[in-house]
Nanobody, 115 residues
Framework: QVQLVESGGGLVQPGESLRLSCTASGIRSSIYVMGWYRQAPGKQRDLVAT???????NYANSVKGRFTISRDNTKNTVYLQMNSLKPEDTAPYYC?????????WGQGTQVTVSS
């Protein structure tokens, strides 16, 4: 059974940082494109960042220069370091593992940025 378990979300003030983690089980995540998406209330689920098995990264324009995605294949884990957080970053964040037409999703971790 494949599971993606996210952690690290929480409530922070604008300008602060958070680090999200996502640990995969049941798959060899090293061969998957790993990524993070978010879905603000009333909006579609949008890409935040992805990282390929070769560690090529891709970011949404809104997070470039503030967020960094990384992976540790020895731990089957992908990370999202989020700095200079803004209120508009508030959303549940979902981890995904994708390989060709197969996609697995985590249950999400809430990030709230508010003063």
């Amino acid at each position: 059974q494949v599971q993606l378990v996210e952690s690290g979300g929480g409530l922070v003030q604008p300008g602060e940082s958070l680090r999200l983690s996502c640990t995969a089980s049941g798959i060899r995540s090293s061969i998957y494109v790993m990524g993070w998406y978010r879905q603000a209330p009333g909006k579609q689920r949008d890409l935040v960042a992805t990282i390929t098995p070769g560690e090529n990264t891709n970011y949404a324009n809104s997070v470039k220069g503030r967020f960094t995605i990384s992976r540790d294949n020895t731990k089957n884990t992908v990370y999202l370091q989020m700095n200079s957080l803004k209120p508009e970053d508030t959303a549940p964040y979902y981890c995904t593992a994708q390989l060709l037409s197969v996609a697995y999703w985590g249950q999400g971790t809430q990030v709230t940025v508010s003063s």
